[in-house]
């Protein structure tokens, strides 16, 4: 009876001294909270170079945080931050496991301006070499876990995302010297998940209303978000003309996206994005306008620990064609591999010419097609074996035509044309690529051996091929990545022909696209026999610094006419056409041909043998041995060349 009587009063004592300690720590819970903060803020003070300032922080309850007048501002640079008051609510067992979950918050009088001045910023020690050498020496290397990483992201995102709360007086301004962007929120109000707000947007001069709506669903680890501007007027986005000179305007934008975690640490996102309506102008793209309608992507991402994939079932909608990409990039050792494919199967051509963005490929505004396509597309890339590259690409057709051109006729290369030439953009010469000009040279006047011998140089299964050579652009592709740059390019004479001929001069992957486009369809569609399409090439071919058509060609280095030209002179002019401004670079100071063109020569005149042009006993005496005497010998005189001329590997 003593011994049960004494652990009686045991626990009594210890139950009461946890309790004076639990209502002393109640109540002094706001003096703790201060000097926990007061510790953080200090060591980001002297971190990153900040001011950090509260008027007062308050703990109302174990779980509902206060505070007032709080102020950062980074030292000798202008206010960042300024917050009237804030009041969150969290969740008391998630903060027992250390997880930090807002059920409610109230927020008032909140401005972030992002202020430049000259070159100094108020948010310049954002990207401060002291945070990534901190880190940097704080942080041990850890292996890639890509599951993991979004999902700790996702979670902090659903954690400071209430269900409930009312931010009043948002304010965020990003201004550069005498230029600025304000984004203005009177009230942005979450009841149950669900979020609305108007956003009033000023830029300079430019004023819009915007509405913002949407859901956010931490249990459903969802969340579901739509833009569009008031009074059916469309969204301009700011900022991006003054940063990068271009215009963007849409009437919707909407985005989704649901969460789920799978066994073996994947993680799977699926979700839409839409927009409607969409304009965009940058001269590097298009002159004009490009518009688009309608383009919608459904998708399905798999992330694992090494891997991100966008699964096939992934599906992309572009005005009136749909299709299913597949991508995949995987990191192992350091090194990536990635995987692109795109299957379609037959459906009609005239989805696919019809649903070209307007102002984006306007050789083709207007195309009509019948018919029937199909599309295959690979590209394999490991970069731990680069030579294992693989790329396959070809557009099939069944039954196809084109009933009625679009902005340009397609076919104009079979007749006499007006061809201009440019330079850095500008027109420097145009002139007719026919009878009438007089520098115009069929293809039977010009000799054999230059017309092989630029056909062994530049595409030598010109003749046989429809245009495209994947197997020339896998090599490309392979060498590019070796170096490092854009050293080469795989194109065919065909696809040359169309770049000069119908393209601008903008270099860009919808320029690509365009041409790819062109060559095809000139191709299946014989818009232009292979002879005069070879016979174009040669006669707007740039030989030399504003030397246009081999008539000049032969005229300013040869003093000769097109079918006058010898073996030797054949291989010179063959190896210039892809550097032509450059062709001083070939000759060493005495006026002669450099001996390392020893090898470019060889490997052409064996071509040359192989195709019976020539004897194998002349191929073997053919050395870089030419003898100039137009007008390109006043170039010569006097000149150092710069470099070497382009190796035939180069070529």
């Known amino acids: 009876m003593k011994k049960n009587s004494k652990q009686s009063i045991l626990l009594l004592s210890i139950g009461g001294i946890l309790f004076i300690c639990l209502v002393g720590v109640y109540l002094s819970r706001s003096i703790l909270l201060r000097s926990i903060a007061n510790k953080r803020t200090t060591h980001i003070e002297q971190t990153y170079g900040l001011h950090i300032h509260y008027e007062n922080l308050e703990m109302c309850s174990l779980n509902e945080v206060s505070i007032q007048g709080l102020s950062v501002v980074p030292e000798q640079r202008d206010t960042l931050l300024t917050l009237q ?29 992002f202020i430049k001045r000259d070159s100094v910023a108020n948010y310049d020690f954002l990207f401060s070499k002291r945070q990534c050498q901190s880190e940097a020496t704080t942080k041990p290397a850890t292996e890639s876990n890509y599951s993991h990483r979004i999902d700790r992201i996702l979670n902090l995102i659903y954690g400071f995302l209430p269900e409930n709360g009312q931010l009043t007086q948002l304010n965020i301004t990003e201004r550069k010297d005498n230029n600025f962007v304000a984004l203005s929120i009177p009230a942005f109000t979450i009841e149950d998940n669900r979020f609305q707000s108007a956003i009033k947007i000023k830029e300079d001069t430019l004023t819009q209303q915007w509405k913002a709506t949407g859901e956010l669903n931490r249990k459903a680890r969802m969340l579901k978000t739509e833009l569009f501007a008031t009074g059916k007027k469309k969204i301009s986005l700011p900022y991006i003309n003054r940063r990068f000179g271009a215009e963007v305007t849409f009437d919707t934008l909407y985005y989704s996206m649901t969460e789920e975690n799978l066994a073996n640490n994947q993680l799977r996102l699926n979700g839409k ?31 694992g620990n090494h891997t991100l994939e966008l699964d096939s079932t992934t599906t992309v909608l572009f005005n009136k064609i749909q299709f299913h990409p597949y991508l995949r990039a995987e990191k192992k050792e350091a090194q990536w591999h990635f995987t692109a ?55 099939k057709e069944k039954d196809f035509r084109i009933m009625e051109y679009g902005a340009t006729p397609l076919s104009k290369m079979s007749e006499e044309f007006t061809y201009t030439a440019y330079e850095n953009g500008m027109p420097v010469r145009s002139f007719p690529i026919g009878p ?37 652009i896998r090599e490309a592709l392979i060498y590019d990545l070796q170096v490092k740059r854009f050293a080469r390019g795989g194109s065919t004479i065909t696809m040359q022909l169309v770049k000069n001929v119908f393209l601008n001069r903008n270099k860009n992957f919808a320029r690509k696209l365009e041409e790819a486009l062109i060559v095809w369809l000139i191709e299946t569609e014989r818009l232009t026999s292979k002879e005069r399409m070879y016979e174009v090439y040669l006669n707007i071919a740039e030989w030399g610094p504003l030397i246009y058509g081999i008539r000049e060609a032969s005229a300013y280095y040869f003093n000769k006419r097109p079918s006058q030209l010898t073996t030797e002179e054949s291989i010179f002019l063959a190896s210039i056409i892809p550097k032509p401004k450059h062709f001083r670079n070939s000759f060493a100071e005495n006026g002669q041909l450099k001996k390392n063109m020893e090898g470019y020569y060889k490997l052409i005149a064996g071509r040359l043998a192989q195709k019976g042009l020539i004897s194998e006993i002349e191929a073997d005496t053919i050395r870089p041995d030419i003898q100039v005497t137009g007008d390109a010998l006043n170039s010569l005189v006097g000149d150092t060349p710069e470099s070497s001329s382009p190796t035939a590997e180069e070529q």
């Open 273 to 303: 994005a839409r927009v409607s309506g969409l304009d965009i102008f940058h001269k590097a793209l298009s002159p004009e306008v490009i518009h688009l309608d309608r383009g919608q992507l459904t998708y399905q991402m798999n992330i």
């Open 85 to 113: 008051t804030v009041n969150v609510k969290l969740t008391p067992w998630k903060l027992l496991k250390g997880n930090f979950e807002v059920r409610n918050i109230r927020m008032d009088g909140l401005t972030i301006a």
């Open 436 to 472: 009438s000009w007089e520098h115009f040279t069929p293809l039977d006047s010009i000799s054999p051996l230059l017309r092989m011998s630029v056909m062994q140089s530049e595409d030598g299964a010109f003749f046989y091929h429809k245009g495209f050579l994947p197997d020339a």
């Open 341 to 395: 494919a795109i299957d379609k199967s037959w459906f009609p051509a005239d989805d696919l010419f019809g649903s070209l963005p307007k102002g984006l490929f306007s050789n083709l505004e207007g195309i009509k097609t019948r018919g029937e396509l199909a599309y295959h597309f690979l590209l394999d890339i490991d970069f731990a074996q680069l030579d294992s590259l693989r790329f396959e690409s070809e557009l």
